[in-house]
Each structure stands twice: as C-alpha cells, then as structure tokens.
C-alpha cells in the first residue's frame, strides 16, 4: 500500500488529479498544506472508489476549512495520524 501526499491545491495545479490517477486500490490519499483545498466537496467529482482518504486537521483549521464543508469520503486526521500512516505504508509518495 501507498501513501500518496498531496500539498498543492487542486485549483491551481493537477496534482490531485494526476496522483487520484496513479493510485491503486487500496492506497491512502493524504491532504496536507494547501493540498487540503481538495478535500472540499467543490472536489469531490475526482475521487474514485478503493481508495482511502485523509486531510490534516491542523492544515484544515489553517486554511479556516470546517469539517463540514469536506466531501464525506475524507477523514481528517491528526499529526499523529500522519505517523500512523507513514508506518503501515509500504511506501510515500509525495506529489509536489
């Protein structure tokens, strides 16, 4: 399993789209910086099945990004969080 890092937001740069298109089942998306602007439903049309999907909740309340407006396939996350992840992973990938 991968663990894909996104950090550009996806209205101004295709790295949302070109890491959603490269993943395979089973990988992990992650949100961080302003990549966390991709997790809104304006989004939610670039998502595909088999995935799992986290945004950072501390980026989340630097941007001023509620819970709410999160299309509901995102589970926000802590720093902590973000650890647990890098360990189950096999590998990161991160899309700059």
């Not at 101004?12 to 089973?26: D, I, R, V, W, Y």
């Not at 099945?49 to 396939?73: C, K, M, N, S, T």
């Amino acid at each position: 399993m991968i663990l894909h890092t996104v950090n550009k937001s996806p209205s101004t740069q295709s790295t949302l789209k070109e890491c959603l298109f490269t993943a395979t089942n089973g990988d992990n998306i992650l949100l961080i910086e302003d990549g966390v602007y991709g997790s809104t439903t304006a989004f939610k049309a670039l998502l595909k099945e088999g995935l799992h999907y986290f945004v950072l909740q501390e980026d989340l309340d630097a941007r001023g990004i509620a819970i709410d407006q999160l299309a509901p396939e995102w589970t926000a996350i802590s720093y902590t969080g973000f650890v647990e992840l890098t360990e189950t992973a096999d590998t990161v990938c991160s899309w700059f």
